[in-house]
C-alpha cells in the first residue's frame, strides 16, 4: 500500500500571514491537530501544529523551559527569537518551515519510517509543489483496522484455512521445528505438539487465529525446551 491508498484527500490549509486565531479556531473546528502551510502560489512552505503552539504568553508557558542557572545568568527574559515563537500572532512566525514529506507513491513502510525519525504524527502528500493530501497515524490506524475487518470476515473452507497457515508458516524464519501436526475442521484450527519455547508457541497461535478468520484455534501445544532433547517429529 502507498500513502496515495490512506491519504485524507480534502486538505485543509493555511496561508503564512494567516492569524493564530483563525488557525486555531480551524484546528478546533476540523478536529485536527496540524496544519499545512502555503504561499501565494498554494506551494507547501510549513507546518503549524498543537505542538507549536504550546510555549505561549498568554496561558504564562513561554519560559518553562529555561533552567535556573539560565535564569541566574541571564535574568528572566526571553531571547529574540523565542519572543517572536511566543508573542506573535501570525501563523509563518511558529510554523515549522520546510516540513517532511511524501509523495502519492511512497509506501506506507516509507511513510511509518519517516514518522518514527522525525517524531511527526501527521505528513503532506505532495504532487509536484501542491498538497493533495495528508497522511496522519489516524490514517494508518483506520487502514490497519479496515484490513483486519476484511481478513475476519473473510473466512474460507477448511482447505483453504489450513493452506493459508501452511503458507504462512513457511515464510516465517521462527518456525524451524516440524513437530507440530495441523488440521483444521469445522474452520477451528487444531494444533497438536511441541515448540522450543513459549515465544515460538505464541506466534503459533497467532498465525492460526489470523489463517482462521474468526480466531478459533484448539492449543494442545507443549514447550519442551531444545536442549532436554525431548522434541521429537511428528
Do not use: C
Request: charged residues 25%; hydrophobic residues 45%.
Amino acid at each position: 500500500m502507498n500513502a496515495s491508498d490512506v491519504m485524507t484527500r480534502s486538505v485543509v490549509t493555511l496561508r503564512v500571514n494567516a492569524s493564530l486565531g483563525e488557525a486555531i479556531r480551524l484546528m478546533l473546528d476540523r478536529g485536527i491537530s496540524g496544519l499545512p502551510v502555503v504561499d501565494a502560489q498554494g506551494g507547501l512552505v510549513g507546518m503549524l501544529t498543537e505542538g507549536d503552539l504550546l510555549r505561549r504568553v498568554e496561558v504564562g508557558t513561554s519560559d518553562s523551559r529555561r533552567s535556573g542557572w539560565w535564569k541566574f545568568l541571564y535574568g528572566a527574559g526571553l531571547s529574540a527569537d523565542e519572543y517572536v515563537r511566543t508573542h506573535s500572532r501570525q501563523v509563518g512566525d511558529l510554523m515549522t518551515h520546510d516540513p517532511a514529506t511524501v509523495t502519492e507513491d511512497t509506501p506506507l513502510q516509507d511513510v511509518i519510517e519517516l514518522m518514527e525519525q522525525r517524531r511527526i504524527k501527521r505528513l503532506p502528500v505532495l504532487r509536484d509543489d501542491a498538497v493533495v493530501g495528508m497522511v496522519s497515524r489516524f490514517d494508518l490506524l483506520s487502514a490497519v483496522g479496515a484490513v483486519l475487518g476484511a481478513a475476519a470476515a473473510k473466512g474460507g473452507s477448511d482447505a483453504e484455512i489450513l493452506g493459508l497457515l501452511r503458507a504462512e508458516l513457511e515464510r516465517q524464519p521462527w518456525f524451524t521445528a516440524r513437530s507440530v501436526a495441523i488440521s483444521v475442521e469445522h474452520g477451528i484450527v487444531a494444533l497438536q505438539g511441541t515448540v522450543p519455547d513459549e515465544h515460538t508457541r505464541a506466534a503459533l497461535l497467532v498465525a492460526a487465529r489470523n489463517a482462521s478468520g474468526a480466531g478459533d484455534v484448539r492449543d494442545e501445544v507443549e514447550v519442551v525446551p531444545l536442549d532436554t532433547g525431548l522434541m521429537t517429529g511428528l
